[in-house]
């Protein structure tokens, strides 16, 4: 498989390297099938600099370095089609998604697969106009998908807290003595372990209110914070301020 998202590397070549010109190349024709020299160049913001040859040579350099997992062709010297035997996380996602447009049973199903895929935004050590354009683009499809299923009482909690971790705006920010004091009067806590270590930084924790009027008010000292249930509520805090808010709880 061919992976966009977070990094790129290609399963099947591990030792495959590309160039910033050469992998904006590749990854523009995963995306788009085919397109023109013309259109390449311009995507490369070469214009000014190189002409039409720059990008023949790239894309000789990506057919040698793709070792025939991949084939480009060059229609009357000026339009560019691709074949490929690999698949790329990107494109699976963006056929998952339109599953879901046909086919709503398949919602929990599809945001599963989709949540393995999603390792982070696409190339994002590249800051290409265009690269930047699709990412922003690609992030938003997926953010859609994820916000639905966080708020869809039939998928698993397991799945989540692990969208906690792909949605980092349900952080408490702020916490102090008098929080945890508050908390250990109102709530029992558990961390979600399986998914989140101490080492890397930030923790889901898990509170269960025995007031709603408490949930209200951790609300209120929250900037934001993902609901469960009307007595469940997960917060996504730094790993010393979980440590914290679990020796001042009684942990399940």
């Keep these: ?53 720059y990008v023949r040579k790239i894309l000789k350099i990506l057919n040698k370095k793709l070792n025939g997992y991949l084939k480009i062709d060059l229609i009357k010297r000026s339009k560019i089609t691709i074949e490929h035997s690999l698949n790329a996380d990107i494109n699976i996602i963006q056929s998952q998604i339109e599953v879901l447009n046909v086919n709503k049973d398949e919602f929990q199903k599809v945001v599963t697969q989709i949540l393995e895929l999603y390792k982070g935004d696409f190339l994002p050590f590249l800051d290409n106009p265009w690269i930047v354009s699709f990412r922003n683009l690609f992030r938003s499809l997926v953010f859609s998908v994820f916000s639905k299923a966080y708020f869809d009482p039939n998928i698993p909690v397991q799945t989540k807290i692990r969208l906690l971790k792909i949605l980092p705006e349900f952080y408490l920010s702020a916490a102090n003595s008098a929080f945890f004091k508050f908390i250990a009067e109102g709530c029992e806590s558990s961390i979600a372990d399986s998914v989140f270590d101490f080492s890397e930084g930030l923790t889901a924790v898990k509170l ?45």
Excluded: R
């Design 1 to 53: 498989m061919m992976h966009l998202l977070g990094d790129f590397y290609i399963d099947e070549l591990p030792n495959c390297e590309l160039s910033k010109s050469e992998l904006i190349v590749f990854s523009y024709l995963i995306v788009k099938k085919q397109a023109w020299l013309t259109e390449l160049l311009n995507i490369l913001e070469a214009s000014d600099s190189y002409d039409k040859s």
């Design 208 to 252: 269960k209110v025995k007031e709603p009027d408490i949930l209200n008010q951790i609300l209120s000292k929250s900037k934001k914070a993902s609901l469960l249930s009307d007595t469940e509520i997960i917060l996504l805090v730094e790993s010393e301020v979980a440590k914290e808010i679990l020796t001042v709880c009684s942990v399940k």
